[in-house]
């Protein structure tokens, strides 16, 4: 009795391999939706559908681009989570949904370590910190300094409560001792818009919104949010470099599928978007947009990356005692 149990579990795990193997093979036999879990229009949802271009011609199939915005992400990445976990939903998701939120939001209906199969890391968006130009700092140690002897005077902006242009400052704060008031707004295009009227001091943004008013004098850039410089601005050191050792609050971006996506499925996945990214058009396209490519972008990269992040977020959002419903 024991060996014909042995025998028919054997049997019924051949026979899974084998099903897996053969819709990994036929993979993909129909549309594959990509999530972006944020509005229409944005940075983010403007990459994701330069990549889905060139997926469909990588995969011989339409892919369809599918905006679930609200709560910072979370209801595009719970949807994706739940999803039949056969490649043909997928998500290009960001710092937020795959590393910040599981600390900052008392509810959550998943967990980005557990609840996918990471397909690829595409790399990072450098933040920016700028100032309005009339405040009278040309660098990082001047608006530390002025901070200081005016501890009610400064204020920045961010894109909303938990966004990662909040949480920048409050690491600025914290590692350069000032207490520059957090102003959140709705959005990047309310808050920079404030910003450029000078109803707040400065605010940490991405470096492809910020771009276009530093060149135009109608914002003063002081130094990048990144480990490292950005060739849209070589001239410009990083928040590291002037004295901020190790501060980094880059905005990075990884393709995730649903947990248990079959290994080979991922892997054909993988290699197609190692494809696009190998475009010469699309490499120009996320230059212009300030991306840096990552290194390493195998599956393995981008979880070992996940959890690495989870626990840097975790315990700034601690410290600072931040929670969102």
Not at 222 to 231: D, K, P, V, Y
């Amino acid at each position: 009795m024991q060996r014909r149990h042995f025998c028919l579990t054997l049997a019924s795990a051949a026979l899974l391999a084998s099903t897996s193997a053969r819709a990994a093979q036929a993979f993909p036999n129909q549309p594959v939706t990509l999530i972006v879990p944020f509005p229409p229009g944005g940075p983010t949802d403007a990459m994701a559908r330069r990549l889905a271009d060139g997926l469909k011609r990588q995969l011989g199939q339409t892919v369809v681009v599918e905006n679930r915005p609200g709560a910072g992400g979370n209801i595009g990445a719970e949807y994706v989570a739940r999803a039949k976990p056969d490649g043909y939903t997928i998500m290009f998701g960001t710092s937020g949904p795959l590393a910040i939120n599981g600390s900052l939001y008392k509810q959550q209906q998943y967990d980005p370590q557990k609840s996918f199969a990471p397909i690829i890391r595409i790399g990072h968006l450098p933040n920016i910190l700028v100032v309005h130009p009339s405040l009278p700092v040309h660098n990082v140690q001047e608006l530390i300094a002025y901070a200081k002897q005016n501890p009610d005077k400064l204020s920045y902006a961010s894109s909303g409560n938990g966004a990662s242009s909040h949480l920048a400052g409050i690491l600025f704060n914290k590692m350069a001792g000032t207490q520059i008031l957090h102003i959140p707004y709705k959005g990047t295009g309310p808050a920079l818009n404030d910003l450029l009227g000078g109803q707040v001091s400065m605010s940490f943004t991405d470096i492809l919104t910020a771009l276009p008013h530093v060149k135009a004098g109608t914002l003063r850039a002081i130094g990048l949010a990144s480990a490292e410089r950005s060739q849209a601005l070589p001239d410009l050191p990083t928040l590291s470099e002037q004295g901020l050792d190790g501060y980094d609050v880059s905005v990075f971006f990884g393709i995730v599928a649903p947990r248990s996506t079959p290994s080979d499925v991922i892997d054909k996945l993988n290699q197609a978007f190692i494809a696009v990214l190998a475009d010469p058009d699309v490499k120009e396209t996320l230059h212009k947009q300030g991306i840096v490519e990552a290194d390493d972008k195998t599956p393995q990269g981008l979880s070992s990356f996940i959890d690495a992040q989870v626990p840097k977020w975790r315990a700034i959002i601690q410290e600072a005692g931040v929670a969102l419903d």
